[in-house]
């Protein structure tokens, strides 16, 4: 069986049908949903890219792999979906975005040549890139933001489009007159992109998917990772007027809750993100942008659908549509994502199984406490293999998909590290300070907050909005006192023992006196004569 693992970058949990969005509409997302499973109460294990995507990619907590915000590098030798993959005889392969940033030092300390095939896997997170593209291909006073080559800006030249970075002037900028109009400016959200819808990021990703399938041999992974809807906020015709102010949900947030923010919280809600999200203008023209986007990757979708039935590929192809976080939107005064309400830290999940064990599922939802680490044992095993528990921390969903009701997890964990950020600075936090946990038990999330802040606390069940931080208060400290003890037991866990399995544990359990190590033996007649006939008999020389 093959596995088709989708990610979208930035795509909110309720933004589709399937999810009972009131307006954008999501038939593919639907049809996949249909045939499959969707996982309601699913959590990133960060609400940050490059970090959330290391914990998909390892199947490991973002503690335990260490990448905990863009920029940080994953260690070499970190294990990886490839390294589990192809061991039980599959290929894994990229298409789209890791957003992972490599360890030089590492791979130089180790004579890790990048061009080499362990090289270049370790620079990709152990995936074999049929095409990677990160998707911010911007260039300011200082330089371009990303130093890797645009394999995208190369196919828009080759499409004609010119200029030096097409990726901005035309996939990412429409038009006002005679000038460029950035889709930088979220002024211009409601502006066409200056492209043929054909050639957008979106269509070229899978057309690439496309290509790939039409390639290989089984069996084979493939992570088509989706840049959209990711900021810029901009999209082609006609997906750029399907939706309009009259679309905008109302946000959820309250006066109250802006007043009485914790301190960490209120740092976020005085951010730029947060002061341009705060203008109704710029949710009035963001929001039908962000909707167009993802109508767009819903066509996509269509297409790559299409293409499986087509070729009779759905009969033996997993397909999973997931995130790597979502977008507040302006939800809780804040933009962009960081933080652990669901409009950020909660993400779609629908799986596809199309193997007969999974019948009897299809169509249906499932409410268990779901993490992003989730789908590396969940690959692991559909590929025919056990889950080496000692590096995965995630836990296979395929019984969820037979209609099983597996022992399951008490509680989700996602975490952030923002010691580079403005915001750590402006709560005079050491690099150490500025780090923050979630742990959720499916009615009260709790985020605890270094640096000596209060814990926030949120009671789902009551206030399902998440406006009322309960942290403050006296009577809620048994809840807090409970949630801590959890995040206590979570933080002892097994996590750094990767090199020794369960199997070599129970190996090495008792074979001492088999090999002939008897240690503090009396006289030896502690144990049977078998085990120390080595140990006895006559002496063949005396040097005394």
């Known amino acids: 069986m093959n596995i088709l693992f989708i990610m979208y970058d930035q795509l909110r949990f309720d933004y589709l049908s399937c999810a009972e969005h009131p307006v954008l509409k999501t038939p593919n997302f639907d049809r996949v949903a249909a045939k499959g499973v969707r996982f309601t109460r699913a959590y990133t294990q960060s609400p940050i890219c490059g970090s959330a995507r290391m914990s998909f990619y390892t199947g490991r907590y973002v503690n335990s792999h260490g990448a905990a915000r863009n920029g940080f590098p994953i260690r070499v030798g970190e294990i990886t979906l490839g390294d589990h993959l192809r061991k039980l005889g599959y290929g894994c392969h990229l298409i789209g975005k890791t957003h992972m940033r490599v360890d030089a030092e590492g791979m130089q300390r180790l004579g890790l040549q990048p061009d080499s095939i362990i090289g270049a896997r370790q620079a990709e997170c152990g995936f074999d890139a049929w095409v990677r593209d990160d998707g911010l291909w911007a260039e300011g006073k200082d330089g371009a933001y990303d130093p890797l080559p645009s394999p995208y800006n190369k196919y828009l030249k080759e499409q004609g489009y010119p200029g030096d970075n097409p990726w901005h002037d035309h996939a990412n900028s429409g038009i006002d007159g005679d000038d460029i109009a950035s889709g930088w400016f979220m002024q211009n959200a409601d502006k066409p992109a200056n492209i043929r819808e054909e050639d957008s990021e979106t269509p070229w990703l899978t057309g690439e998917a496309i290509k790939f399938m039409e390639q290989t041999d089984t069996p084979w992974l493939a992570h088509l990772s989706y840049i959209k809807p990711h900021w810029p906020y901009i999209v082609p015709a006609p997906y750029h007027d399907m939706f309009g102010p009259d679309d905008v949900p109302p946000a959820n947030r309250s006066d109250a809750e802006r007043a009485e923010a914790h301190p960490v919280l209120k740092s976020f809600m005085d951010n730029k993100i947060a002061a341009a999200f705060q203008r109704d203008d710029v949710r009035a023209k963001v929001i039908p942008a962000y909707m167009g986007l993802i109508k767009q990757c819903d066509d996509q979708l269509g297409r790559l659908l299409d293409h499986l039935e087509e070729t009779g590929r759905d009969k033996d192809t997993m397909i999973v549509l997931t995130s790597d ?14 933080l652990f309400h669901d409009a950020s830290a909660r993400i779609p999940m629908i799986i596809y199984d199309p193997r007969p064990e999974a019948d009897g599922t299809r169509g249906q939802t499932c409410d268990a406490l779901v993490e992003g680490i989730d789908l590396a044992a969940t690959f692991v095993e559909a ?7 000692n590096i995965i921390e995630g836990r296979s969903l395929l019984p969820w998909l037979r209609g099983e009701t597996p022992e399951w997890r008490e509680f989700v964990i996602s975490e ?10 402006k709560l005079g936090l050491a690099d150490d300070e500025a780090r923050l946990f979630m742990i959720f038990d499916g009615r009260w999330k709790m985020v605890h907050a270094d640096g000596g802040f209060r814990p926030m606390l949120y009671d789902l069940e009551t206030d399902p909005n998440e406006l009322v931080d309960l942290g403050g208060g006296a009577e809620h400290a048994a809840e807090i006192t409970r949630l801590y003890g959890l995040l206590a037991e979570w933080s002892r866990r097994q996590s750094q023992r990767v090199a020794t399995s369960k199997e070599m544990l129970a190996g090495m359990r008792g074979s001492g006196p088999g090999k002939g190590i008897l240690m503090f033996m009396v006289d030896g007649d502690e144990l049977p004569r078998e085990f120390t006939e080595k140990q006895r008999g006559k002496a063949k020389a005396d040097y005394t």
């Open 325 to 338: 976080h979502g977008d507040y939107l302006g939800d809780h005064w804040i933009g962009e994502k960081d």
């Open 416 to 425: 952030t590290d923002y010691s580079v950020t403005p915001m750590a600075e």
């Open 383 to 389: 590929a025919g293999g056990d889950v080496p528990t």
